[in-house]
């Protein structure tokens, strides 16, 4: 069954941890027209209630249900860094280095660490940090 009926694409689904409503990334705007570039909306499971969150890419929910990981996108290719913004929205605040190519962030199941891949060349490479130290100073 589709759960949206948009003239967008619609993709990287994360489920929140009650069960009850979607991360995802979409380019339909704000102002729900088709855009670039990519959105970061939430949506109930039964496709009611879109809300938009943010500029970015790629969500993941914290354990807590609390707060989503998303990548603010450079350049189209999915990748930069890495963003913390409350689930209800709000201000997103940088998580680790600004310059970064970054891609899929996602919480530990205790939410202590981060596991995400960093993309450099026709290097990728998997990296998991510990919250606390990427939080230091923000």
């Keep these: 069954e589709r759960l949206l009926d948009w003239p967008s694409l619609e993709w990287a689904p994360a489920w929140s941890p009650d069960g009850r409503r979607l991360a995802f990334t979409s380019n339909r705007g ?4 088709t855009a670039a570039p990519w959105q970061v ?7 009611e209630d879109p809300q938009w969150l943010v500029e970015g890419c790629l ?5 807590d249900g609390a707060q989503i990981l998303f990548v603010r996108d450079l350049g189209g290719a999915m990748t930069g860094p890495i963003f913390r913004i409350p689930a209800a929205g709000g201000t ?3 998580v680790g280095q600004e310059r970064a ?3 899929w962030p996602r919480w530990s199941p205790d939410g202590s660490e ?3 891949g960093q993309i450099g060349g026709a290097v990728a490479d998997i990296w998991i940090a510990d919250v606390s130290q990427l939080m230091r100073g923000r």
Excluded: M
């Design 30 to 33: 704000r102002d729900g027209r």
């Design 101 to 103: 190519a970054l891609v």
């Design 92 to 94: 997103p605040v940088l």
């Design 41 to 47: 909306w939430t949506v109930s499971v039964g496709g």
């Design 59 to 63: 969500p993941d929910w914290s354990p």
């Design 114 to 116: 981060i596991l995400f």
